[in-house]
Antibody, heavy 120, light 110 residues
Framework: EVQLVESGGGLVQPGGSLRLSCATS????????MHWVRQAPGKGLVWVSR????????SYADSVKGRFTISRDNAKNTLYLEMNSLRVEDTDVYYC?????????????WGKGTTVTVSS | QSALTQPASVSGSPGQSITISCTGT?????????VSWYQQHPGKGPKLIIY???KRPSGVSNRFSGSKFDNTASLTVSGLQAEDEADYYC??????????FGGGTKLTVL
């Protein structure tokens, strides 16, 4: 069974940092693009970042560029999102998402999410 | 990277067809044939139902179809069923190698 399990969310003050992790199993992690997508309860999906299977290609939404860093450890089948200079508007549920087949723009398996709350 | 524009809600009766539009720009929807659609039921993760504008992943009903004209993509759901009631999101590859979602459309089956 394919599984994506996020962790690392929590309450942090504005300007603070968090590191999200996504432990994966049930598929060949090292062959897949991976994404982070966020969603506020009752709100829409917002794409955050993606990373190619071998880490050689990375991109970010403008809203997080320069503050967030996506990375992966293929030996540990784990995806990361380092979040720095956090803002109140970064408060959301963050989902780890597997890329669909070899496509860079599509996603087919979603984790259950981890909640990030930025508040003083 | 502005969100793609979708209607907030659409509705239809069982058996009818509905179409959801998704409007972007020449930097996303109009510039690439990398449009996808996702279905999300309450409390569940999104499900990919259309990719490459009009292709369906294995196992997705052929009642779902996609198309695109200029900067606007469309999702058509034919033969509406109660189980189709959900939120639908479009998405497109965008310039600078990014991805952008639409704001989402709530489909109500009357």
């Amino acid at each position: 069974e394919v599984q994506l399990v996020e962790s690392g969310g929590g309450l942090v003050q504005p300007g603070g940092s968090l590191r999200l992790s996504c432990a994966t199993s049930g598929f060949t992690f090292s062959s897949c693009w991976m994404h982070w997508v966020r969603q506020a309860p009752g709100k829409g999906l917002v794409w955050v970042s993606r990373i190619k299977s071998d880490g050689s290609s990375i991109s970010y939404a403008d809203s997080v560029k320069g503050r967030f860093t996506i990375s992966r450890d293929n030996a540990k089948n784990t995806l990361y999102l380092e979040m720095n200079s956090l803002r109140v508007e970064d408060t959301d549920v963050y989902y780890c998402v597997r890329g669909f087949s070899a496509y860079a723009a599509y996603m087919d398996v979603w984790g259950k999410g981890t909640t990030v709350t930025v508040s003083s | 990277q502005s969100a793609l524009t979708q209607p907030a809600s659409v509705s239809g009766s069982p058996g009818q067809s509905i179409t959801i539009s998704c409007t972007g720009t020449s930097s996303d929807v109009g510039g690439y044939n990398y449009v996808s659609w996702y279905q999300q039921h309450p409390g569940k993760g999104p499900k990919l139902i259309i990719y490459d504008v009009s292709k369906r992943p294995s196992g997705v009903s052929n009642r779902f179809s996609g198309s695109k004209f200029d900067n606007t993509a469309s999702l058509t759901v034919s033969g509406l069923q109660a189980e189709d009631e959900a939120d639908y999101y479009c998405s497109s590859y965008s310039s600078s190698s990014t991805v952008v979602f639409g704001g989402g459309t709530k489909l109500t089956v009357l």
